[in-house]
């Protein structure tokens, strides 16, 4: 066997150590995300399984009301589908707006906007971690590190609530 070959075996083995499910993975039935702190929660009924530190919308204050506003929705939500094939490192989709936004668009005049996930770092800047991680950049979506983004899509099935909070 060459030295390549075993070189790329063990990349491979290295790859799904990495990125497997962890060790203390356990059923999440609900996702709470504190806007203020900063922190995406993975829960079991009350007891918390992992936290993670986000970014959000770059005017993360306030709950999103319009399309382009760059606000994070606050409300309960649900995880409703996943992405493998988004711009960003996996995404799952948060069903923003529901029928409270949608109703108060509706009086205001507003387009609600939409196309809300949970995702990792845009594809092929993973290595300008430091840009990213720590700052408000996204349009309004929550965003992690590539490994959390990893953690959150093996634990957290679809249709999972997702509870936002100022």
């Known amino acids: ?33 504190s806007k203020s702190d ?11 399984v992992q936290q993670y530190q986000i970014s959000l919308g770059k005017r993360p204050e306030g709950h999103k009301k319009w399309r382009g506003d760059k606000r994070t929705p606050e ?3 649900t ?14 989709h948060i069903n923003y707006p529901n029928q409270a936004d949608l ?14 996930f949970i995702h990792g770092l845009p594809n092929g800047k993973g290595h300008l971690i430091d840009k990213y991680h720590g700052q408000d950049w ?12 990893w953690e959150i899509w ?10 936002i909070r100022p």
Request: aromatic fraction near 10%.
């Open 154 to 163: 093996n634990l957290v099935k679809d249709g999972t609530t997702i509870e």
């Open 38 to 48: 900063r922190t995406l929660y993975l829960l079991d009924g009350e007891r918390v």
């Open 75 to 77: 409300g309960v939500y």
């Open 138 to 149: 996204t349009d309004g979506c929550i965003a992690l590190l590539n490994n959390h983004m």
């Open 1 to 33: 066997m060459s030295i390549t070959t075993i070189i790329k075996k063990f990349a491979v083995l290295l790859c799904l150590v990495c990125f497997a499910a962890p060790s203390w993975a356990t059923e999440v039935d609900k996702v709470l995300v």
């Open 79 to 92: 995880l409703d589908f996943r992405n493998p094939e988004s711009k960003f490192f996996r995404s799952i």
């Open 103 to 116: 109703a108060y668009a509706r009086e205001k005049g507003y387009n609600p906007g939409g196309a809300i």
